[in-house]
C-alpha cells in the first residue's frame, strides 16, 4: 500500500529518444508535484497540479510535458532527451497546505 | 520569492555525539518550514514541520528542530545520533499561494563509529 508510487525506478536510454515517467498516489491528495535532483542533489519543482489543473511550471524546457488523467496520476513525459537530462525525477503529493509526501524516485540515465 | 540555506555542505560526528544542522529562510510572511532526510538510493522522508505555535518542534528519530523568527532560522538538532542517521538533510520553506517548496542544497551527514 506505498502511498506514492513511480514507475520506473530505473531508465536507461539514449539521447534523442522519447520517454515517460508514470507516478501515482493513493493519499487522496489533490495536488502532485514533479521534482529533478541534479548530481549535486539539488532538489528543484519542475510541476504542479492541483485537481488536475497546472498550478505550478518552472523553467524547463518544452520537452518536458506533464500530464495529469486524474487528481491520482502526474505522468512526465520527456521529448528528444539529452546527456543534461540524466538526474533523478521525484514525485510528490500533498492535501495543501501540508507536507508533501514524496515517492521513491526515478533515476533517468541518457547515454 | 522564498530561499533557503544550509550554510554546511557536509558534516561528521561521532555516533552518541549531538547534532545541529542549520538552516536559513528567507520568506516575507510566516513561513512553513520543514526538515526532510534522504538515505542513499532513496525517497524524501518528512523528520518534523513547524506551521505556527510552538516554535520547537518535535519530529521522528528523535529530531526537533527550533524556528527562530528573529535569526531567520529553523535548526535540526539531535541529542545523541545513531550510525543510521547518516543521510542527506534537507531544509525547505513553503510560501506564496502555490504552496511551492523550495530546498536548500541539502547537508550531508556522516557517522563515525
Known amino acids: 500500500d506505498t502511498a506514492v508510487s513511480q514507475t520506473p525506478k530505473y531508465l536507461v536510454t539514449q539521447m534523442g529518444n522519447d520517454k515517460s515517467i508514470k507516478c501515482e498516489q493513493n493519499l487522496g491528495h489533490d495536488t502532485m508535484y514533479w521534482y529533478k535532483q541534479d548530481s549535486k542533489k539539488f532538489l528543484k519543482i519542475m510541476f504542479s497540479?492541483?485537481?488536475?489543473?497546472?498550478?505550478i511550471n518552472e523553467t524547463v524546457p518544452n520537452r518536458f510535458s506533464p500530464k495529469s488523467p486524474d487528481k491520482a496520476h502526474l505522468n512526465l513525459h520527456i521529448n528528444s532527451l539529452e546527456l543534461g537530462d540524466s538526474a533523478v525525477y521525484f514525485c510528490?503529493?500533498?492535501?495543501?497546505?501540508?507536507?508533501?509526501?514524496f515517492g521513491p524516485g526515478t533515476r533517468l540515465t541518457v547515454t | 520569492a522564498q530561499s533557503v540555506t544550509q550554510p554546511d555542505i557536509h558534516i561528521t560526528v561521532s555516533e552518541g555525539a549531538s547534532l545541529e544542522l542549520r538552516c536559513n529562510y528567507s520568506?516575507?510572511?510566516?513561513?512553513?518550514l520543514f526538515w526532510y532526510v534522504q538515505s542513499p538510493g532513496q525517497g524524501l522522508q518528512l523528520l518534523l514541520k513547524y506551521f505556527s505555535g510552538d516554535t520547537l518542534v518535535q519530529g521522528i528519530k528523535g529530531f526537533e528542530a527550533e524556528f527562530k523568527r528573529s535569526q531567520s532560522s529553523f535548526n535540526l538538532r539531535k541529542p545523541s545520533v545513531h550510525w543510521s542517521d547518516a543521510a542527506e538533510y534537507f531544509c525547505a520553506v513553503v510560501g506564496g499561494s502555490n504552496y511551492k517548496l523550495t530546498f536548500g542544497k541539502g547537508t550531508l551527514l556522516t557517522v563515525n563509529p
Open positions: 497540479y492541483n485537481n488536475k489543473e497546472l498550478i
Open positions: 520568506y516575507g510572511a510566516t513561513p512553513y
Open positions: 510528490a503529493s500533498s492535501q495543501e497546505p501540508s507536507e508533501q509526501y
